[in-house]
């Protein structure tokens, strides 16, 4: 192997996306529809050469590469190793993978396109810097991106949402530069590895702490922790829809990935050990995010809401991960967050496709509308409930696996009501996801229902009608009046008191309608194959990483051992 | 330790079922005959290593040993069939053979919809329950064991109306808390113990309780007393214990097969099973005996007391219950949840004998409950009656269902000859052994015998020996609590002689529920003045005034087609009181033979029959044989014999020697 050439891999995977980001620009001029082949293309290639980067990582440790060959006490490092190449791969993967959504399911813009490797440009740059002024400026890249992604959704709302993550998300970058900058102050080094060693050894402890206090905040914003994360399930809801995958898999997960790397490379798990509280309040603001988030997904009616509050108890649980590392000192309980962060990734990824999928052919959004689902989509249901299954923690699924590292890292730490929080999550969880499960499974579609009179007596005799030739089929079941009760949407509820969704009523919702969704040509089926592929592609990702609990873990042992000493 | 993939294939046999079950969904003789194929398959690989097991071999397969792959580190994905795996494998798929073939006819009975998803969940039920009969480390049992609360779900919430939906739900809070939440914090607070002692932990089952477990609890006796509790909690939630029980009473909603083979044996029987690797395997009866818990007040206790005081309190308040609830599949289901609790008081004596009762009691009530539910199951498919209050005289329409009942009863009862009478016999030995405030367990065993005698027998006794015009409320069991001055089943004072007279299906026979029998004796005319001495047993007697949900709807009675069944709520409360009971003349007379379809007949009687040869030649029947193999493996000696007359403290000597 050269291993020149493997120097220049991370800075082509930054450069690479966002060069190829103003393609679809200059090619529209010309032509009409390059944007999605632009984008497949580098994407597809950046997976490759993030694979490649992680066998020569996994072989002979990290690859370093100095940009303009300035010293590390000025220039710029780019650094790929066993942490940051596994978020690199989950970037590159999802971002290809959410392709064979868009190809069919839109947007479709040019200019769609261009904002998405932007975004995944400035992502993998999050990823792989080695510098924490750099960071703050990906980190900006991969927000301005992600501003444009959210407010090219329908409507006003979208506009609106994408303006209150603006200012939200800036904030939150300000408040991370204001504690680089202290940090900055006191150490004199932006460099990761020159301040990892300047940190301890400075004089003016006070503004490290106060540095970090900053940064704290800065990231629990970027990362949507409670009670700063307003902006995030409306930033998703509002995103189009086969963008939001990308955004709720990816723009959180590399910030959280940042705050990771910061934790254990730039301020060292013993110094913050040693300063007082950071410990309690990281604990403090991951933990309370598992309880609220969960919480307010349990309430929400649109699906796409409550997968974002369900990320906020996600990332929450990430937070505590960080938060027993720090108090603990525990390598398995960064183990535990690294691997949450790629397997939340990846569930949620899939979660937000199938969603958008259910969206696109039926225009079903809420929670009620999703009954009946198995039975006129029973890949995609399926496909559904092994990924909520995964998030809520049951095995061989990847979600148990990071569970299970996270909460043997808070016992082996003796944190009991963190180990407590950790376990009880797996409940809440479920109370969500098995809600959405049983409306999909055992919930009749209700126009069914309506259709079918009101008396027991009559119910049988247009069972037929329904048939879609399967026994299975043939007989909804009527189930009283009630389900349209508290949840039901009002406009929506009919007289008898079943929910008329489009589901029931069969209707292929038109995803090209909407004047900002798409300007282009509609398609006969709004669902492809490649779509449905893509989910269940996922599904089968999230179980057989469940069996990779070892493999992780051996992964990342050069890491572990080198940060934890 | 011989590596085999048979393990393996007896998990995955059914897993491939599923896959051919979902494919031949158009085909339903084709999509049965999968299930059965599969249950035979799964019997035969498992019966195949029986005979090793026997004598001595331990059958293991290793994801890591074949792949290589790690699933966490020092955790292995393994299986391993040793004797007390093989017994609960065995058990499950014997009783698979003939579930599959009552299943087919249960479904078909009632033109059930979603045959197919039922089938499927039905056959991952299965291979989840073997997986947890072979795990060979706390990990895979749990894997398994969420697995299993998956797949079960859906056919808990089989029927997609609000009462299904919210026993689904019941079940899943309630087993995904025992599992996902007090099941893992105790398996990672082992794996944290063990870690402690040589920075090696382990999670392995080891016969007679982990070694490095032993060694950790000296020095952490808090912690391990705590991560006891923990898994004793995770596996009693599907054991039903006490006050974690009432997912089971609810569950019933499911179709009868279901409540009969998973809800009476591969559910349930998996947290007894979970509780006998927790104190046989992972903690092993030494260690529980000799790690006190400190309880104010009274002093030192071994770990086992809590856990035999919540089960023997279970088993005298399940029967109390199940006493006064007229829904037979509900008073079986408490009925379950007593018996399970025999099975983890025998398992928490840790004396030898009761161990051999306890976990003989897992097939011997496995086979009498099992007969139990499967004829509750086909009085339902064939005569819509779910009440035991509407039951009076059915033994003549269906003498062979209500005659395995009997059997079935008897064997709850723990009365010779059935299998029950084996297993209480043997934890009646055991708590004598124990001594010491032992007695009030066995007391209790001997007072749920009665009280089980108390709520099986009115069932036995209005089938057979009462009619449908001329039984009485059973004023114990239905009457509100302290009594009242008359029987409430008559219409009016005075005229209950009259009415039994007439022959007609009066009001008097309505005894199950009071509104409504003064809604039906308003409605119903006088009694015609015509006068049938022999109506009690005549079944021409009619009277067309009356108004029986039978006559609104005559499918209902006998008519096995399909159009009505979404009518029937056969789960609820006393809502569809309407849909059961005797048709307008009285329960018609059928032979044994053709009182239903040989798909529900051949399975009762088979099963039933299995319940009888268990009990009277338990020897010559494989488990008795097999349950004192693993009795003998986890005290270490060589043959039962040397366990024979010895107390607690003297047997823990043996083992430790």
Redesign the interface.
Same mark, same amino acid.
């Given at each position: 192997m050269n291993s020149s050439l493997v120097d220049l891999l991370p800075p082509l995977l930054i450069v690479a996306p966002i060069l190829a980001a103003t393609l679809p620009i200059a090619l529209g001029l010309r032509f009409d529809r390059t944007g999605w082949s632009v984008a497949a293309i580098t994407t597809t290639g950046l997976f490759a050469a993030a694979g490649y980067l992680a066998s020569v990582v996994h072989a002979g440790g990290r690859v370093t590469h100095t940009l303009g060959g300035y010293p590390r006490t000025y220039g710029i490092q780019l650094v790929a190793d066993q942490f940051s190449i596994l978020v690199v791969l989950l970037v590159t993967g999802v971002a290809t993978g959410v392709l064979a959504y868009t190809r069919r399911g839109g947007p479709r813009g040019n200019t769609f396109y261009t904002a998405y490797l932007l975004l995944v440009g400035g992502l993998l740059g999050i990823s792989l810097t080695g510098d924490v002024f750099n960071l703050f400026v990906f980190l900006e890249i991969s927000s301005l991106a992600t501003y444009a992604l959210v407010s090219s959704g329908d409507g006003p709302e979208s506009a609106v949402a994408a303006l209150k993550y603006l200012v939200l998300g800036t904030v939150a970058a300000s408040m991370y530069l204001i504690g680089v900058a202290f940090v900055f102050m006191a150490t004199g080094t932006l460099n990761m590895v020159e301040l990892a060693e300047a940190i301890p050894n400075a004089e003016r402890q006070t503004l490290i702490q106060a540095g970090f206090a900053f940064i704290v905040v800065g990231f629990a914003t970027k990362v949507a922790q409670w009670p700063l994360h307003t902006w995030q399930p409306s930033a998703y809801e509002q995103a189009p829809d086969g963008a939001t995958p990308l955004i709720a898999a990816l723009v959180s997960t590399a910030s959280a990935y940042a705050f990771g790397r910061l934790i254990v490379t730039v301020f060292e798990v013993d110094y913050l050990a040693s300063m007082p509280r950071a410990a309690s309040i990281v604990l403090t603001v991951g933990c309370v995010s598992v309880l609220a988030g969960t919480v307010l997904a349990v309430i929400q009616r649109e699906v796409k809401r409550m997968l974002a509050y369900s990320s906020v108890s996600q990332f929450g649980l990430v937070i505590t991960a960080y938060g027993v590392v720090i108090a603990g000192g525990s390598e398995t309980a960064f183990t535990g967050a690294a691997i949450h962060l790629v397997g939340h990734g990846i569930l949620k990824a899939g979660l937000f496709l199938s969603a958008a999928i259910v969206a696109t052919s039926y225009g079903a959004r809420t929670v009620d509308e999703y009954a009946g689902l198995a039975k006129r989509r029973p890949v995609v249901a399926g496909a559904m409930a092994v990924l909520l299954f995964a998030l809520v923690g049951v095995p061989p699924a990847v979600g148990f696996v990071g569970k299970w590292y996270i909460a043997l890292g808070a016992v082996e730490a003796e944190l009991w009501p963190v180990a407590a929080v950790i376990f009880l999550s797996t409940m809440l969880t479920l109370a969500y996801a098995a809600r959405l499960l049983e409306k999909m499974y055992f919930t009749p579609a209700a126009g069914a229902a309506s259709a079918r009179g009101h008396g027991p007596g009559t119910v049988a005799t247009d069972g037929g009608e329904q048939s879609d030739g399967s026994r299975s089929s043939s007989e909804p079941r009527s189930d009283g009046g009630d389900e349209n009760g508290d949840e039901g949407r009002e406009g929506l509820a009919s007289d008898d008191g079943a929910v008329e969704t489009p589901l029931a009523a069969g209707v292929s919702y038109d995803p090209t309608g909407g004047p900002g969704r798409d300007g282009s040509g509609r398609s006969p089926d709004p669902v492809s194959s490649g779509m449905v592929a893509v989910v269940v592609v996922a599904a089968i990702v999230a179980v057989a990483l469940g069996f990779a609990g070892g493999t992780f873990a051996d992964f990342l042992e050069p890491f572990l051992t080198e940060v934890f000493n | 330790m011989v590596a085999d993939l048979r393990p393996l294939a007896a998990v995955l046999v059914s897993a491939v079922a599923i896959v051919l079950i979902v494919a031949s969904?158009?085909r339903?003789n084709l999509r049965e005959g999968w299930s059965v194929l599969a249950a035979v398959g799964k019997f035969g690989i498992v019966a195949s290593m029986l005979p090793a097991v026997m004598s001595g071999t331990v059958y293991r397969w290793s994801?890591?040993e074949s792949t290589g792959?790690?699933? #966490?580190?020092g955790?292995d $994905?393994a299986l391993r069939a040793d004797p007390l795996g093989i017994l609960f494998a065995l058990l499950a798929s014997f009783l698979w053979i003939f579930t599959s073939f009552y299943a087919a006819g249960y479904m078909r009975g009632l033109d059930e919809?979603?045959?197919?998803?039922f089938f499927a969940s039905f056959a991952a039920s299965l291979s989840a329950a073997v997986g947890i009969a072979f795990a060979a480390n706390l990990?895979t049992i749990?894997?398994f064991y969420?697995?299993l609360s998956?797949v079960t779900y859906?056919l808990v919430?089989h029927?997609?109306?609000?009462e299904?939906?919210i026993a689904?739900?019941k079940y #899943?809070?309630y087993t995904? $808390?025992g599992g996902?939440?007090f099941l893992?914090?105790g398996t990672?607070?082992v794996?944290?113990l063990t870690?402690s002692v040589n920075g090696d932990p382990t999670l392995a089952f080891e016969s007679g309780g982990m070694e490095a477990l032993a060694t950790a609890a000296q020095a952490e006796p808090g912690f391990a007393q705590a991560a006891f509790f923990l898994l004793i909690a995770g596996f009693g939630v599907k054991a039903a214990l006490m006050p974690l029980h009432s997912w089971l009473a609810d569950a019933m909603v499911a179709p009868t097969p279901v409540s009969g083979l998973l809800h009476a044996v591969a559910v349930v029987k998996s947290g007894a099973f979970g509780v006998a690797r927790v104190i046989l395997d992972v903690y092993g009866p030494g260690l529980i005996h000799d790690l006190p818990l400190d309880v104010p007040g009274i002093g030192e206790v071994g770990l086992n007391i809590p856990v035999a005081i919540v089960a023997a309190f279970t088993l005298t308040a399940a029967s109390i219950i199940a006493m006064r609830k007229d829904h037979l599949k509900r008073r079986l289901a408490y009925s379950t949840t007593a018996q399970l609790s025999y099975i983890v008081l025998g398992l928490s004596m840790l004396h030898p004998y009761a161990m051999v009762g306890a976990l003989f009691h897992i097939p011997a009530h496995a086979f009498a409950k099992l007969t139990l539910f499967f004829c509750a199951g086909a009085i339902h498919v064939e005569t819509h009656t779910d009440y035991i209050s509407d039951m009076a005289g059915i033994g003549k329409r269906m003498p062979l269902t209500l005659s395995a009942f009997t059997i079935g009863a008897l064997g709850m009862a723990g009365l010779p000859p059935i299998a029950g009478f084996v297993s209480k016999f043997y934890m009646l030995i055991g708590s004598g052994y124990m001594g010491g405030e032992y007695w009030i367990f066995a007391g209790t065993l001997l007072l749920s015998g009665v009280l089980n005698i108390a709520y099986f027998w009115p069932v036995v006794y209005t089938a057979f020996f009462e009619s449908e015009d001329r039984h009485d409320a059973k004023p114990v069991l239905e009457f509100p609590r302290g009594g009242i001055f008359e029987s409430y089943g008559a219409g009016a004072e005075g005229q209950k002689e009259h009415v039994a007279a007439d022959g007609g299906p009066s009001s008097a026979d309505r005894s199950g529920s009071e509104s409504e029998s003064e809604s039906d004796a308003a409605k119903s005319n006088p009694a015609p003045a015509e006068t049938d001495d022999s109506g009690a047993t005549d079944a021409d007697v009619e009277d067309d005034d009356y108004d029986y949900a039978v006559d609104r709807?005559p499918s209902d009675a006998d008519v096995p087609a399909?159009?009505?069944?979404?009518?029937v709520d056969h789960h609820g409360d006393h809502d569809d009181h309407l849909t059961g009971g005797p048709p307008a003349g009285g329960w018609p007379r059928h032979s044994p033979i053709g009182e239903s379809t040989w798909l529900m007949l051949a399975p009762i009687a088979i099963i039933a029959t299995g319940a009888v040869v268990l009990g009277v030649v338990p020897d010559h029947a494989v488990f008795l044989d097999l349950i004192t193999h693993i009795v003998e493996g986890v005290f270490g000696v060589d043959s039962f014999d040397q366990l024979q007359g010895l107390s607690l403290e003297e047997a823990l000597e043996v083992m430790s020697e």
């Open positions: - | 969904h158009r339903p994801l890591y792959i790690r699933f #966490l580190p955790v $994905f919809h979603a045959q197919t998803r990990v749990f894997v969420e697995l998956l859906p919430a029927n997609e109306d609000d299904a939906r689904g739900r #899943l809070t995904f $808390f996902g939440v893992l914090a990672v607070m794996y944290w870690a709807y399909g159009d009505h069944v979404s009518a």
